[in-house]
Each structure stands twice: as structure tokens, then as C-alpha cells.
């Protein structure tokens, strides 16, 4: 079955730290660029990061960069953001995702709830 | 930095009926990285189109997508009930962004 699970979130207090988890299924997970995407609650999406295939190049959004990376484990079919230095801000759904640059995020997992409150 | 707008914030359908979302980009973008994704209550986005008018597997024909430039649309030939969802276009490639969304729901 073709699908992603994240795993990881919860509550952490400003400053925190926290690690989220992506276990892919079903297709060729190092041959994919994979990306993080949040959801702060009742907003929209907001990209957080991308990592190519064999990890040659990541990329984040400006509100992340310096905070958070992303990085993949090929062998364990895994992707992961460690996240630092945690706002209230940071708060929401993060969605790991497939992408491809033919079309786009194609695969998308079903969320994980990271709240960051003291 | 491009922005994403897209309008209306929210569309309201009657059952059968058909509705087009827009999305403008504040600058030219390549139709080639423009995607849009559905997002039912309580669910994760969904691709439906991507390549500006490409639909993705398993999407239905009554969802199309058009446009180039700055000016980009979804279309909705036929509203059905499971239907009702935030739409988002998105810009990937090198640059990344999402609207802002627009909500569908039944009249």
C-alpha cells in the first residue's frame, strides 16, 4: 500500500525540541524528493522544507531556516525534521509529502499535531 | 517572493452546479509548477491537478484546471456533495507558496 505515516508530535514548551518521523510504503522511497508542510490551526498551508533524493540539497522556508532540517534515512524508507528552538508559532499539523517535479506533491501522509505552549 | 491569491474566499454551489476558483500570481509564473490540491474537513490535501491542467490519478473529470501567466483556474463542472473542501493552489519548482485557499460548500 502506497502511503506515508508521520509520527513524533505533541507538546513541547517554547524553546523545545522535538523530532517528527515520515515511514514511506509502497514505492521507491529514494528515488522521491520529500517535503514537510504545516498547517497552524484553522490556517492554511505553509511549506517547511524539501530534501532531494540522496540528499544532495534541503531547503527551507525563512520562518524555519536555522531551526529546523530536515534529513532521510534511505535504507529505512524514513524521512525526519528535527525541530529547535520551538515557537508557539510553530504550532500545527505537519504533513510529510512526496513530490515530483512533473507533478507536484503528489502523496501526502495524515498529519501530525505538534502544539507548543507553556 | 510570489504571492498566491486566490479568490473567492468562499464559493457557494448548488448540487449540479459548476463553479471556477482563481488563483493570481503577483508575478509570471511557468504554468508547468502550478498545482492545485483539495482538502476535505478533518482530512490531508489531496492533489488534484497539477501542471496547471493536468489531473491526477483517480480525480475526476468534472475537476479542470486552466490557465498561464499570472492568472490560473479550477473549475468545478458539476458540484457533488463530497465536494465540499478548502481548495489551494500551490507554486513549486523553485519557488514555493501556497494561496490561501478557497471554500466550497453547498448552497
Known amino acids: 500500500q502506497v502511503q506515508l505515516v508521520e509520527s513524533g508530535g505533541g507538546l513541547v514548551k517554547p524553546g523545545g525540541s522535538l523530532r517528527l518521523s515520515c515511514a514511506a510504503s509502497?514505492?521507491?522511497?529514494?528515488?522521491?524528493?520529500m517535503s514537510w508542510i504545516r498547517q497552524a490551526p484553522g490556517k492554511g498551508l505553509e511549506w517547511v522544507s524539501l530534501?532531494?533524493?540522496?540528499?544532495?540539497?534541503?531547503d527551507y522556508a525563512d520562518s524555519v531556516k536555522g531551526r529546523f532540517t530536515i534529513s532521510r534515512d534511505d535504507a529505512n524508507k524514513s524521512l525526519y525534521l528535527q525541530m529547535n528552538s520551538l515557537r508557539v508559532e510553530d504550532s500545527g499539523i505537519y504533513y510529510c509529502a512526496r513530490y515530483s517535479s512533473s507533478s507536484g506533491l503528489n502523496l501526502w501522509g495524515h498529519g501530525t499535531l505538534v502544539s507548543v505552549s507553556s | 517572493e510570489i504571492v498566491l491569491t486566490q479568490f473567492p474566499g468562499t464559493l457557494s454551489l448548488s448540487p449540479g452546479e459548476g463553479g471556477t476558483l482563481s488563483c493570481r500570481a503577483s508575478?509570471?509564473?511557468?504554468?508547468?509548477?502550478l498545482a492545485w490540491y483539495q482538502q476535505k474537513p478533518g482530512q490531508a490535501p489531496r492533489l488534484l491537478i497539477y501542471g496547471a491542467s493536468s489531473r491526477a490519478s483517480g480525480i475526476p473529470d468534472r475537476f479542470s484546471g486552466s490557465g498561464s501567466g499570472t492568472d490560473f483556474s479550477l473549475t468545478v463542472s458539476r458540484l457533488e456533495p463530497e465536494d465540499v473542501a478548502v481548495y489551494y493552489c500551490h507554486l513549486y519548482g523553485s519557488r514555493w507558496t501556497f494561496g490561501q485557499g478557497t471554500k466550497v460548500e453547498i448552497k
Open positions: 509502497g514505492f521507491s522511497f529514494r528515488d522521491f524528493y
Open positions: 508575478q509570471s509564473v511557468s504554468s508547468r509548477f
Open positions: 530534501i532531494t533524493s540522496s540528499t544532495s540539497y534541503r
